[in-house]
């Protein structure tokens, strides 16, 4: 029987995977702001570092997608973040209408203060959960971005 | 080895579980708040009356954990619920500055149009994933909760 068919009261609110992840991302992003505030930064601003010490020279579009933010809130942590010498934003040598996004050696070494707050964060999250456990349910995650992303990255 | 001793590069963008959770349910809601926009809801009011459809009567602070919504946004939107007929607000009769919210039978009749679009979007998510990986993903997020949330519901 599809969701559908079934009422919200018959799956029962804990049971229903929506719910629950917006309850848990809900705490984990507040928490992570709060911490943030305590290194100066912002979220927009973090999540940007994060992807740009893993992405290399993404088109500003492509960074929007992979930190979850609008476009003209993303653009505004961009320059705050060179302004700051942490990130450099380049003319896409192909198209001189794109620009990409790098990070710095000094963008790099703040994303090190930063990294061992996401990793602890993590951590909590998983609490008790066995090895296993947690690399089946990121294995079910990854199938779920596929299902439900509308770019290829 | 814990998550803190590795870096992002060694772990990976796409195993990172807070990255991935974010990205999905950026997707989802982004989604879901264009199909409410065509039933006249907003994100809040319909976050309420699917709480309200299945938990009786919680206070306005618990309806915010519940909704995962700050209490004064949740608060203009239980105003306009209350306009148009859909819950009502009364005061706790334990505690006189206390209110409680409880849903309407125009409002039950108002989520039984939204349920359904809830229900495929969330079968959107879990297309191709098997019934018993479900299953183990919903009960993981399960415990995730109960060690990242900070009040007892």
Do not use: C
Not at 8 to 13: K, V
Request: no cysteine; proline share 4%.
């Amino acid at each position: 029987m599809d969701g559908a068919a079934r009422g919200l009261a018959d799956i029962g609110l804990t049971n229903f995977a929506p719910y629950l992840m917006n309850r848990i991302m809900g705490r984990y992003n507040a928490g992570f702001r709060e911490e943030l505030a305590g290194l100066g930064l912002t979220t927009p601003k973090a999540r940007a570092l994060a992807v740009l010490s893993v992405v290399d020279a993404p088109l500003i579009g492509e960074l929007a997608v992979y930190t979850v933010t609008e476009q003209s809130t993303l653009s505004r942590a961009l320059v705050q973040l060179q302004t700051d010498g942490l990130i450099r934003r380049q003319t896409d040598p192909d198209d001189s209408r794109a620009t990409r996004v790098t990070i710095t050696e000094t963008g790099r070494e703040v994303f090190q203060t930063l990294w061992p707050h996401m990793a602890s964060a993590e951590d909590r999250m998983f609490k008790g959960i066995p090895e296993d456990e947690r690399q089946a349910f990121v294995a079910t995650l990854q199938k779920m971005l596929v299902n439900i992303r509308k770019h290829e990255i």
